[in-house]
């Protein structure tokens, strides 16, 4: 059998497992969704936010991107965000980077040529603001790793600063930003970074302090 019969054929199966256990399943999800979450997480296929925290079909709301960053004029992204707080409510953010990810190996080595290093450039933008911590480390585990957490940390600063976060804290919405990294090691959540309302951005320490 092929590999994509295999997704079709897993894909039936689901339906009808979730349909045995509860009938009105999709009932429910033709009527809408209210999820509480917006997850901004890696395009990283070993990084599957719904399995690792357990959340059903219409818990969290996503958007994926190579090394999960946050930058204004991304418009997929920033479409992603208005919907999610502007529409549907949500005022919890998730900025989720992970230990390992290719995406900032990469920008710590020099992104390459073409459309990945284009993008990647963004990532390479936060070693450079982290360079003479991230140069300190022994090797290129834990050099990758440190920034991994810094660029949490620094995407989660950006997602405060994006003129659809302002405007909810503005009006007084107790919108919560988390920065957290998942650990491919062990399939744990590290929190490392919250924002709220009261956070002074221009205050934010630095990651030596902030993170954990
Ligand atoms: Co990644």
């Known amino acids: ?34 999820p509480v979450f917006l997850w901004i997480g890696c395009s990283d296929s070993r990084v599957a936010p719904d399995q690792f925290t357990q959340a059903q079909p219409g818990g969290l709301f996503v958007h994926r991107n190579i090394a999960n960053l946050v930058q204004h004029d991304d418009a997929n992204l920033m479409a992603v965000l208005d919907f999610a707080v502007g529409t549907l409510g949500i005022d919890r953010l998730v900025v989720c980077g992970h230990y390992g990810c290719g995406g900032i190996k990469a920008a710590l080595a020099g992104p390459p040529p073409g459309p990945v290093g284009a993008w990647l450039a963004h990532a390479r933008d936060v070693y450079d603001a ?7 480390l ?22 405060a600063q994006t003129p659809t976060v302002r405007a909810a804290m503005a009006a007084g919405r107790d919108v ?11 399939g744990l959540i590290k929190p490392v970074m919250e924002i709220d309302r009261d956070t002074p951005l221009d205050a934010v320490p630095a990651p030596e302090r902030v993170l954990v």
């Open 176 to 186: 919560r930003l988390h920065g957290w990294v998942y650990d491919l090691r062990d």
């Open 138 to 159: 022994p090797d290129e585990e834990a050099r990758t790793n440190r920034l991994v957490e810094c660029n949490v940390r620094d995407q989660l600063v950006h997602l």
């Open 130 to 136: 982290h360079a003479d911590e991230i140069d300190a």
């Open 1 to 34: 059998m092929q590999e994509i019969d295999q997704l079709l054929l897993h894909n039936r199966a689901w339906a009808a497992e979730q349909l045995a256990e509860d009938p009105q399943v999709f009932v429910r999800h033709v009527d809408g969704q209210q």
